[in-house]
């Protein structure tokens, strides 16, 4: 499903100098929706492999990269990440590899692979956040290849989309509002905006 890492791929594609770069994108299951917003010229490729270590998409893989002549590969999820990984130990591939991870920082478990083949096949690794660093650093990746960059968002994309909730959902003026902003997964802070209502003071009948 699209969700930030997805969004944050575009945005980095669509600002990268193309006058200094090629830039092409590799969708590696088959969903394509934000192609559409991809700048011209940008090559997506969809890989359709039906499983995390599927031959097809070892070799469908290995063919879009050398049509693309990629030097460097910018992963951006730990699945991504690890079918690289495995087409670099297999030899598919042979271009070093980015990893920019967004995992949620509640997660401190170690893979057994990204900690026995991580070492050795990251090049770089970009986290969101110092927690990201830390977590790096445990798992065995040197510090001078260890980044953060910050998430931000694109207040541009969402500002003509503005609508009046209070009208839409039919609120009455002392009816309180929580809006929460990301996926429907623990590691998104759903619970504090519970919480946080839920301390608030409000009789339950005020609040949605």
């Known amino acids: 499903a699209v969700?930030?890492?997805?969004?944050m791929l575009v945005d980095i594609a669509n600002n990268t100098d193309q006058n200094h770069f090629s830039v092409s994108v590799?969708?590696?299951?088959?969903?394509?929706?934000?192609?559409?917003?991809?700048?011209?010229?940008?090559?997506?490729?969809a890989l359709n492999r039906k499983s995390r270590f599927d031959p097809a998409g070892f070799v469908n893989l290995a063919s879009f990269s050398r049509k693309q002549k990629v030097d460097i590969y910018h992963a951006h999820s730990r699945s991504t990440l690890s079918?690289?990984?495995?087409?670099?130990?297999?030899?598919?591939?042979?271009?070093?590899?980015?990893?920019?991870d967004h995992y949620g920082v509640e997660f401190h478990h170690i893979p057994?692979?990204?900690?026995?083949l991580g070492r050795k096949y990251i090049g770089e690794y970009a986290g969101v956040c110092d927690d990201l660093r830390t977590w790096a650093e445990r798992a065995g990746i040197p510090a001078d290849r260890i980044h953060v960059i910050e998430n931000g968002v694109d207040f541009s994309r969402i500002n003509h989309c503005y609508t009046n909730l209070r009208q839409e959902l039919e609120l009455?003026?002392?009816?309180?509002?929580?809006?929460?902003?990301?996926?429907?997964?623990?590691?998104?802070?759903?619970?504090?905006?519970?919480?946080?209502?839920?301390?608030?003071g409000?009789?339950?009948?005020t609040v949605i």
């Open 202 to 205: 409000l009789d339950r009948s």
């Open 26 to 45: 590799c969708v590696t299951r088959s969903n394509l929706s934000l192609a559409k917003e991809l700048k011209a010229g940008i090559v997506c490729k």
């Open 172 to 200: 009455r003026p002392e009816q309180k509002l929580g809006i929460m902003i990301g996926g429907a997964r623990y590691g998104k802070g759903a619970d504090l905006l519970i919480e946080s209502l839920a301390l608030s």
């Open 3 to 7: 969700g930030g890492a997805e969004r």
């Open 112 to 116: 057994a692979w990204f900690k026995g």
């Open 83 to 100: 079918f690289l990984i495995a087409a670099r130990f297999f030899g598919f591939i042979h271009a070093p590899i980015l990893f920019h």
